[in-house]
């Protein structure tokens, strides 16, 4: 029987061992449809993939960067499986940009140094994994880092990566633009992003309730 939950579920029967071998078991999972499995702090996750009242966002977003991406790098919002390399982690991000021949090997995890940008957006079960884990993974390797983070309804832009992480950061709140650095280098509209304040109220409201049940 397949339990479904609003909250990322770690595997916890899975013997941790080296990394090709856990990325060998993600990606041979048979997830329920609406699902993704990740490699999150040397653990396999599984979490819901994006809400429904965030493809909106999700298509603005995509919409507004295919213009300005690098030549031959792909906008897209299916949930690849991308190996960070350097760092034993694998995400499947809301949102990637990536040079089109990394899909050209075999396998079903792609090479996360194809990626010139990766954007997330923030749910309550997944948003510490987006601000820390994934934020200090992708500071090693992808030049933009988009963070939207639906709940206080701002979006983050985090570039410049290094050994030690992104070496800088600009935030606005949603209905103000915001800068996309190199190599995309324009001004994001954000207008289309605002999520009415009742849903994330309730989204909120719904997640203290899961925890007090639990």
């Known amino acids: 029987m397949t339990i479904m939950t609003e909250r990322p579920a770690d595997i916890e029967d899975f013997v941790p061992g080296a990394f090709e071998d856990m990325l060998r078991t993600v990606e041979e999972l048979d997830t329920p449809d609406g699902y993704k499995a990740e490699l999150i702090r040397g653990k396999i996750v599984v979490s819901p993939w994006s809400k429904l009242r ?30 960070i ?3 034993e ?6 949102l990637h940009v990536a040079d089109e021949s990394a899909f050209d090997a075999e396998g079903r ?8 940008l990766v954007a997330e957006l923030t749910s309550v079960s997944t948003k510490d994994a987006d601000w820390l884990d994934k934020l200090d993974a992708y500071g090693r390797v992808v030049p933009v880092y988009l963070v939207l983070d639906m709940q206080v309804q701002e979006v983050t832009a985090f570039w410049d990566p290094s050994p030690k992480g992104y070496r800088s950061r600009s935030t606005v709140p949603f209905g103000r633009s915001l ?21 994330t109220d309730n989204e909120s409201g719904e997640q ?7």
């Open 54 to 83: 965030y493809k909106r966002v999700m298509k603005s977003l995509r919409r507004q960067l295919e213009p300005h991406a690098p030549e031959g790098h792909d906008v897209d919002v299916a949930p690849f499986l991308f190996s």
């Open 179 to 199: 800068h996309v650095p190199a190599p995309f280098d324009f001004d994001l509209d954000t207008s289309g992003f605002v999520i009415p304040t009742e849903d």
């Open 208 to 214: 203290g309730a899961a925890a007090a049940s639990s």
């Open 109 to 116: 995890h792609a090479d996360g140094a194809a990626l010139s």
């Open 85 to 87: 390399p350097g760092t």
């Open 89 to 94: 982690r694998a995400f499947g991000p809301d």
